[in-house]
Structures are given as C-alpha cells and as structure tokens.
C-alpha cells in the first residue's frame, strides 16, 4: 500500500525556494510602483531621499531572491547555513515592508486608505519571510542523508 517514498525534503526546498522568489517579485513589484510615483510626488516637493535609498538597496536584495542566488539561502543544507540565512530572512521583511510603505505613501491616497493599503501591502512579507525562516531553520536541522524513516513496504 504504502511502497512509494515520498521525498520530503526537495519539496520543502521548492516550496522554500519558491517562497523567495514571490517575495523577491513582490519586493520588485514595489520598486516599479516607486518609481512610477517618484515624479509626481517630486513636483509636489515630497522629500523621497531616504525611500530613494531604501528602494534601491531593497530591489537589490529582491533581485538576489529572484535569481535564486547565493545557495545557503535558497537550499540550506547544514545547521551553519541558517545562521546567515535566518539573520537575513529576520531582517529582510522590515527592509521590503519599508519599501511596500514607501511606494504607497508615495501616490498621495486619502489617509486612512493609503495608511491601512501600506500596512497590508507590509504585512505580506512578513508573512512570506516568517515562513521562509521557518523553512529555512527545518532544511537547515534535517540534513540531507539516507531515509531513517519506518520501512512501509508490506510483509
């Protein structure tokens, strides 16, 4: 009955990787939007010095997600790996949520819309670098070898 081996760990290596690259995208999503605002919040005097910088620097960091590069970020392999990786994916959501805000902020919408819209749009990532560190710690831990679950092959 139950003769196939269903292989965890590469799947939690897709759905990791994947998490990284939709992060990576929606961070790039931002930095357009950004940019399509910046013009007209320039005419209208808004100082965007900081957000300019934090943008940049955060669509750095998105295109890095979105190349699937470096490995010790994407597929874990060893407990050393999450240090750097889990450091990273605990900061990242601060600096894309940042970038979210700041694009909103930047079109000019009513208060109470555009406040509650930049929550939500920061909101997102951290949710998806929650769970990005979440499966970064377990891909981590679980060190690739030889299957020491039950054998369930049928007598």
Known sequence: MFSREVPMRPILQSVHAVIL??????????????????????????????????????FAAAITLLTGKPGWLVRPGRPI?????????AIAPFLFAFM??????????????????SV?????????CGVAWWLALVLSLWTPGPSSGPDLQAA
């Open 21 to 58: 690259r939709l992060q990576g995208g929606y961070a790039a999503l931002f930095t357009i939007l950004f940019f399509i605002a910046l013009p007209g919040a320039l005419a209208e005097g808004q100082h965007v010095g900081v957000p300019l910088v934090g943008q940049l620097a955060g």
């Open 81 to 89: 790996h999450f240090l750097p990786a889990g450091v990273l994916l």
């Open 100 to 117: 979210s805000m700041s694009a909103l902020i930047l079109l000019g919408l009513p208060e109470p819309l555009g406040r509650n819209l």
């Open 120 to 128: 939500l749009a920061g909101l997102v990532s951290f949710l998806l």
